[in-house]
């Protein structure tokens, strides 16, 4: 499979804990994106990386949150002392941005997801 | 901050039928990409419309881009039950970043 993949693919937690996420981009994309949906709701953007450089962070990035994309790769995503509210879907999506062709014209690709639950 | 609004958020028609789906953006567009997400299932990319007052059809879909860049309609023809998911607008604001922005999304239901 050369989609993207996210592990693990559901994340059960009490209240308080750490977890991390990761996610596989699609080999040659140089650009990774992490995203949070609710029921009901769209993605929303939380971060993004272009190779292992984390261009933008959402404010609705706490401090709790980090992500990381060392080797411009696969990247990882930590909540630290998770609360209910965290609960939700995290997505990643990555792309291939060519400067050539312009500002706004990756096609963004989505993994399964992980399903994050917090009791 | 940009404000992206999607029209219905639930559409539920019988099969067979015509439809509709409209996204307006309060902020002139850089470009705009649909997605469908089926239940359970992750956003798909379906089509990215970048030129003033464009249309793209794929199959029974049919995409178009305002004249002014501020809104895009999708439209279904003959839908069929496979057609059932949410389907998202994600615009990128002209001059901002390189993120998407997701409306809430339009819930389509088939009756076969």
């Known amino acids: 499979d050369t989609g993207v993949s996210q592990n693990p693919r559901h994340k059960i937690t009490k209240r308080g804990q750490n977890v991390t996420f990761r996610c596989d981009p699609i080999s040659e994309h140089n650009r990774l994106y992490w995203y949070r949906q609710t029921l009901g709701q769209g993605p929303e953007f939380l971060t993004y990386?272009?190779?292992?450089?984390?261009?933008?962070k959402s404010r609705l990035l706490s401090d709790r949150f980090s992500a990381e994309r060392p080797k411009g790769s696969f990247s990882t995503l930590e909540i630290q002392r998770t609360e209910q509210g965290d609960s939700a879907m995290y997505l990643c999506?990555?792309?291939?941005?060519?400067?050539?062709?312009?500002?706004?014209?990756?096609?963004?690709?989505f993994g399964p997801g992980t399903r994050l639950t917090v009791l | 901050g940009q404000q992206v609004m999607q029209i219905p958020q639930y559409q539920h028609v019988q099969e067979g039928e015509d439809f509709t789906t409209y996204c307006n953006s309060s902020t002139t567009l850089s470009n705009i990409q649909w997605y469908k997400q089926r239940p359970g299932g992750h956003p798909v990319f379906l089509i990215q419309?970048?030129?003033?007052?464009e249309v793209k059809k794929q199959k029974r879909l049919t995409f178009q881009f305002g004249e002014a860049k501020k809104n895009s309609s999708l439209h279904i023809t003959a839908t069929q039950t496979t057609d059932v998911g949410t389907y998202f607008c994600?615009?990128?604001?002209?001059?901002?970043?390189?993120?998407?922005?997701f409306g809430k999304g339009m819930k389509l239901t088939v009756n076969p």
């Open positions: 990386f272009q190779n292992e450089a984390q261009l933008e």
């Open positions: 419309l970048v030129k003033s007052g």
């Open positions: 994600a615009p990128r604001r002209e001059g901002g970043s390189e993120k998407l922005v």
């Open positions: 999506a990555s792309s291939l941005a060519r400067p050539a062709s312009g500002p706004h014209t990756d096609t963004q690709y």
